[in-house]
């Protein structure tokens, strides 16, 4: 929270809407976290996910679990390289619509 500057005087996010009224606390909270948080020319994002699917097949009923882990790091705009974030993003979304259009998918 120190970090992110809420307790700051000087803070420039505003809390209340232009007719007096406070804002949502996330939208607040969004625009704090994308004023100290931006990516500068020469920043990397690292992307670490990890799931855990707990697993019964319904015809014995044994249950098994199994973990996914994906730790992957994006590049610099310098490098004119992609976020890894918006390539999970986009891979996401590739995929999805690629299932809808060849009808897999609804």
Do not use: Y
Request: contains cysteine; proline residues 2%.
């Amino acid at each position: 929270m120190v970090f992110l500057g809420f307790f700051d005087d000087n803070q420039k996010v505003k809390a209340k809407d232009s007719n007096g009224k406070n804002r949502p606390c996330l939208d607040v909270l969004g625009d704090v976290m994308a004023i100290k948080l931006s990516m500068n020319d020469l920043d990397r994002d690292l992307v670490v996910m990890r799931h855990v699917f707990h697993l019964v097949d319904p015809t014995d009923n044994h249950r098994w679990e199994h973990t996914s882990t994906m730790v992957a790091s994006g590049k610099s705009k310098t490098d004119k390289g992609d976020t890894m974030m918006s390539t999970t993003v986009g891979v996401t979304t590739a995929l999805a619509t690629r299932l809808v259009i060849d009808k897999k998918i609804t």
